[in-house]
């Protein structure tokens, strides 16, 4: 039937007893949403968090090749003067930005699966062990390197020679 009405029944019958036994009834229904809603606030604040973290890594590595293509502004702007293409100076771009991003990556990455494995070893980990990846190399390798690496790359394949090569 229905457990509200059950529930009811049963705190009628315990307070003509006692009025404070009926304090402790509650349904089974009540207790597992207490213990879903702590791991749902749990997930959520693991996502927001992770999602800053993600966030800071992409515009840190933005910046860093930001400024390692700034550098070289001048070198890309005599390439392309002597007749690179924008796709020629994109793949000299991302191909030397691989090494700084591959370096992070796998020292994150490595990090990341170490400590998700080891949280998958605790027991509240067990529900959900097989719906969580740890490892996860298209996620890993495509956020870092085409998201992070590819803008500086096409700004560099952008610059006008002529203007780059009157700088200084």
């Known amino acids: 039937g229905d457990p509200t009405i059950a529930r009811q029944t049963l705190l ?3 307070t003509t007893i006692d009025p404070d036994m009926a304090r402790g009834v509650t349904l089974m229904r009540t207790v597992a949403g207490a213990e879903t809603y702590f791991l749902q606030v749990a997930f959520w604040l693991t996502v927001i968090l992770g999602g800053l973290a993600l966030a800071l890594t992409l515009s840190g590595l933005f ?5 390692l293509v700034e550098q070289r502004t001048r070198e890309i702007g005599v390439r392309m003067a002597l007749g690179a293409t924008g796709r020629d100076v994109t793949r000299l771009v991302l191909l030397q930005s691989i090494r700084p991003v591959g370096f992070g990556l796998l020292a994150g990455g490595g990090s990341a699966a170490g400590l998700g494995a080891l949280l998958r070893a605790t027991p509240a980990a067990a529900a959900i062990g097989n719906i969580v990846h740890v490892l996860d190399p298209i996620a890993y390798t495509g956020s870092l390197i085409l998201v992070a690496a590819s803008i500086p790359a096409t700004r560099a394949a952008r610059l006008d020679p002529a203007r780059t090569l009157r700088q200084q």
Do not use: E, G, N, P
């Open 12 to 14: 009628d019958r315990l």
């Open 63 to 67: 910046s860093v090749l930001s400024y």
